[in-house]
C-alpha cells in the first residue's frame, strides 16, 4: 500500500511569487493535516482536513495561505504571495476515522523562498 | 495552551547501549496521548510509541519504552541495545484525547538529534 505523497519534494522560488504544493494522503484516510517546520523551530500545525471539509484552520498563519481538498482526496496549500519567513518544510499526514488516529506522515516538501 | 518540551538537541550514544531521551509537558488536560516519532534522515517520520494517559502502565515496543510520570508531566524514551539505525532526530508530541473534542492536532517538542557510535 502506497504511504502519504507530497509533490514537489523541494521548492525554490523568490518572494512574492505562487508555490502550490501536493499531498495524496494513503487511500481510505478521511482525516488529512498539514504542518510545517521552520528551521530551529518545533513542528506547527497549520489545519486538520475531515474529508472535503476543513475541521480546523487555526494554525494557518494568515490569508496568503490557501489549503483545499478536492472530493475528500488529494489537497493542496497554495501559497501567495510567498514571503521569506514561509520558508520550511512542510509536512502532510493522514489518517483513519477513528479514536486511535495515527499519522502516517508523507516526506515533506522543503520549500526556500529567496 | 499545550506545550512539550525536549531539552537535549543532540544525544550519542554507543551500539548495543541503551539510551534516554527527555520530553516534559504542560496541559490542564486529564486525558490526552503522547507519542514519541522517529525521522531517520532524508526519510519519512514514523511512529515509535505512543502512550495513553490513562494507563498508568507503560508502553513498550520492542527495544523502545517510556517512562511516563504523569503528575511530573514527563514522558522519556529509552532505547535498549541501540542500534546504527535508530540514529534519527526524535520528536515528542501531545495530542488531546479525542473524548474531548474534535481537536487532533499534534503538537511538538524541538526534536534531539540522537546519534548511535559503532
Known amino acids: 500500500e502506497a504511504g502519504v505523497t507530497q509533490f514537489p519534494s523541494h521548492s525554490v522560488i523568490e518572494k512574492g511569487q505562487t508555490v502550490t504544493l501536493r499531498c495524496d494522503p494513503i487511500?481510505?484516510?478521511?482525516?488529512l493535516y498539514w504542518y510545517r517546520r521552520v528551521m530551529g523551530k518545533e513542528i506547527k500545525f497549520l489545519l486538520h482536513?475531515?474529508?472535503?471539509?476543513?475541521?480546523?484552520e487555526s494554525g494557518m498563519p494568515n490569508n496568503r495561505f490557501l489549503a483545499e481538498r478536492t472530493g475528500g482526496t488529494y489537497s493542496t496549500l497554495k501559497v501567495q504571495p510567498a514571503e521569506l519567513e514561509d520558508s520550511g518544510v512542510y509536512f502532510c499526514?493522514?489518517?483513519?476515522?477513528?479514536?486511535?488516529?495515527?499519522?502516517?506522515f508523507g516526506p515533506g516538501t522543503r520549500l526556500t523562498v529567496l | 495552551a499545550q506545550t512539550v518540551t525536549q531539552s537535549q538537541p543532540e544525544m550519542s550514544v554507543q551500539e548495543a547501549e541503551t539510551v534516554t531521551l527527555s520530553c516534559t509537558y504542560d496541559?490542564?488536560?486529564?486525558?490526552?496521548?503522547l507519542f514519541w516519532y522517529k525521522q531517520p534522515p532524508s526519510r519519512q517520520m514514523i511512529l515509535v510509541i505512543r502512550?495513553?494517559?490513562?494507563k498508568q502502565q507503560n508502553a513498550t515496543e520492542n527495544r523502545f519504552s517510556v517512562n511516563f510520570q504523569k503528575a511530573a508531566k514527563s514522558f522519556s524514551l529509552k532505547i535498549s541495545d541501540s542500534q546504527l539505525g535508530d540514529a534519527a532526530m526524535y520528536f515528542c508530541?501531545?495530542?488531546?484525547?479525542?473524548?474531548?473534542?474534535?481537536?487532533?492536532?499534534?503538537?511538538w517538542g524541538l526534536g534531539t538529534s540522537l546519534a548511535v557510535n559503532p
Open positions: 496541559t490542564s488536560e486529564s486525558d490526552y496521548y
Open positions: 487511500s481510505g484516510h478521511d482525516n
Open positions: 482536513f475531515v474529508k472535503e471539509s476543513k475541521q480546523d
Open positions: 499526514a493522514s489518517s483513519q476515522l477513528g479514536d486511535v488516529d495515527e499519522q502516517f
Open positions: 502512550q495513553e494517559a490513562y
Open positions: 508530541a501531545y495530542r488531546s484525547s479525542p473524548h474531548a473534542g474534535n481537536n487532533r492536532k499534534l503538537i
